[in-house]
């Protein structure tokens, strides 16, 4: 079986730093994706891990720890755009890329 | 027209009703995806195309039926659909089915069943 964990919502003030922990127990892991999913939009993609240490793209960083089945994600500096859904997903190595994605994070970003 | 494209971007229909979602990636990518994304529950994968061969069939029930005529376009037919089937309707699409490639994700289709 699989198991995808994330907080279900979290807030924080503009400026701020947040992190966003994921957890998982998968068997076939080959990868974590971080996407990010604006209401009523399309996700779109900020992350991808596979080997464990530290991923850093501007004001946004991912973490993976492949021993722990554990991941983060760290936005930096927030601000108000920033206020999204985020979403944890899972890349199995079943002879083809098949992501499994945990429930999305809700991260509300105030003043 | 860029990335990944879907139509119409809100259905409504009764159960007898039978429709179709269509999904256009204008990306050169060779695989393609449906998801379904429910309140409150991860995105679910249903189907995956290869190269217009499906590859992954998720357990899906019959009254879903994807098409996929060449490797840009894939369609979702559906025919007596559930109330307990409305969602959001994600198309994605990859460079291949392999490796690490992100997905690029289509904007969905809000369906609603009465």
């Known amino acids: 079986g699989q198991n995808i964990d994330q907080p279900t919502e979290m807030t924080a003030t503009e400026g701020a730093i947040v992190q966003i922990n994921c957890t998982y127990q998968t068997s076939g892991f080959n990868g974590l994706f971080w996407y990010q999913q604006h209401a009523g939009e399309a996700p779109t993609f900020l992350s991808y891990?596979?080997?464990?240490g530290l991923e850093e793209k501007g004001r946004f960083s991912s973490f993976l720890s492949r021993s722990k089945g554990y991941s983060y994600l760290l936005l930096k500096e927030l601000q108000m755009k920033d206020s999204a859904s985020y979403l944890c997903a899972v890349k199995k190595d079943t002879g083809f890329q098949k992501l499994v994605f945990g429930t999305g994070t809700r991260l509300l970003v105030s003043p | 027209e860029t990335g990944v494209t879907q139509t119409p971007r809100h259905l409504v229909m009764g159960m007898t009703n039978k429709k179709s979602l269509k999904c256009e990636q204008h990306?050169?990518?060779?695989?393609m995806y449906w998801y379904k994304q429910s309140a409150k529950k991860p995105l679910e994968l249903m189907f995956v195309y290869s190269l217009e061969e499906r590859v992954e069939n998720n357990s899906v029930p019959s009254r879903f039926s994807p098409e996929c005529p060449n490797s840009s376009h894939l369609f979702l037919h559906l025919h007596t659909l559930q109330p307990e089937d409305s969602a959001l309707y994600l198309c994605a699409s990859s460079q291949d089915r392999h490796a690490a490639n992100e997905q690029f994700f289509g904007p969905g289709t809000r369906l609603t069943v009465l």
């Open positions: 990306l050169g990518h060779n695989a």
């Open positions: 891990n596979v080997l464990d």
